[in-house]
């Protein structure tokens, strides 16, 4: 493990009827909405009172009063959706990337496999470095999430085997980056000398795909840290902060000013200024997805699937490939419709579809 966790993204249902998950606060954006809100509808009433009991009693908003205020609303609430689609861009591309990522170094790993010798002379050559490239393989990924969330610990295969003074220059490097070009650099260097001591036997144009993949993968991950490193731009986050203040503090003055109802004012201010720093709120969430904040993306989960694959390639039955017998009571063209579950699923913890239905000939 490396450093302290990172945390879960909240996994939820809808329930029939979409709304079982409503009166849920933890992850939610309403406790801080509430803070701004309330007080602001408390205002409202207050002045509400003070207008009833005053010689202004009947008197609402003009035109021109409604027209310069629509006109300031429509401003922020440009400002607060454009704020909302540009986090949840950076959201969905982050978790794109890292699965992209993990895809490919699981590729790769795969493919580095079958280019393994099948001579009985290497078996005990082809084991060893089986084990080592799992093992880098998720030191490498590990190193990666970790450089995307300021060091938050991740889950790593056992490294048990691997030499010590190698993990202790990789302690020695300081910050991730420096450990994942190490880790790379290591798995490069590994594929290469097995080559050139036979256990790696495919021919160079075929080994050639590992590299590639390997590469695609840290383009990926350097993608990443992109969302991390570049924050949203600091003037039009502090614009939007003073306007959100400016609204909230005018909503109340306002609505008692337009409204004759205690109700209508209350009302009018609770869901204008609510909607807005819910908005905002969850915007400021998402738009950093990497770290422990219960909205942030499922890092662990992600370096778990990885884990489980890597494991799964070490495997008996994934080094041997199946046979096929045609079938005697039938053509050996001719198939039935089947659908079945992969056997390694509840092993990895997924569902997984072996075969589509496909219809006779």
């Known amino acids: 493990r490396l450093g302290s966790a990172a945390g879960r993204m909240i996994r939820y249902t809808h329930g029939t009827w979409g709304i079982l998950f409503l009166a849920r606060l933890h992850g939610s954006v309403f406790p801080k909405a509430l803070v701004w809100t309330c007080p602001a509808v408390g205002v409202c009433l207050g002045l ?9 009693a009947d008197v609402t908003g003009s035109s021109i009063t409604m027209t310069a205020v629509s006109a300031f609303v429509s401003i922020l609430g440009f400002m607060v959706v454009f704020r909302s689609n540009q986090a949840w861009s950076r959201y969905w591309e982050g978790a794109d990337l890292v699965q992209q990522a993990r895809g490919e170094w699981i590729s790769a790993t795969s493919s580095l496999f079958a280019c393994m010798s099948r001579s009985p002379e290497k078996a005990d050559q082809v084991v060893r470095l089986e084990g080592l490239v799992v093992r880098l393989m998720s030191l490498l990924y590990a190193e990666s999430l970790s450089c995307l969330s300021e060091g938050h610990g991740f889950e790593l295969l056992d ?13 020695d490097q300081g910050d991730n980056d420096s450990k994942l070009e190490m880790i790379l650099h290591w798995v490069q260097r590994v594929i290469i000398d097995n080559i050139s001591s036979g256990t790696i036997t495919a021919p160079p144009p075929i080994v050639s795909r590992v590299f590639n993949e390997l590469s695609a993968g ?40 337009l409204f004759t109802t205690y109700w209508a ?25 990497f770290g422990t904040d219960p909205n942030d993306l499922p890092l662990q989960d992600e370096m778990r699937y990885m884990n489980e694959t890597l494991a799964m390639l070490l495997s008996t039955h994934a080094k041997k490939p199946p046979t096929f017998s045609p079938p005697t009571n039938r053509e050996p063209w001719a198939v039935k419709s089947c659908v079945r579950l992969a056997s390694g699923a509840k092993k990895l913890g997924s569902l997984m579809a072996a075969s589509d239905a496909f219809a006779d000939n």
Not at 159 to 164: A, D, H, T
Not at 265 to 288: H, K, P, R, T
Request: with cysteine; proline share 3%; hydrophobic share 50%.
């Open 218 to 257: 840290v383009v990926k991950i350097a993608s990443a840290r992109k969302i991390k490193d570049i924050q949203f731009p600091f003037h039009y986050a502090q614009m939007l902060g003073i306007s959100l203040l400016v609204y909230t503090a005018g909503v109340p003055i306002m609505s008692a000013y």
């Open 265 to 289: 004012a209350g009302a009018s201010s609770f869901l204008n200024i609510f909607v807005l720093w819910c908005v905002n709120y969850l915007s400021v969430e998402i738009e950093q997805p």
């Open 48 to 56: 509400m009172y003070a207008k009833r009991h005053s010689e202004y």
């Open 159 to 171: 490294l048990e085997g691997i030499e010590q003074t190698a993990m202790d220059m990789l302690d």
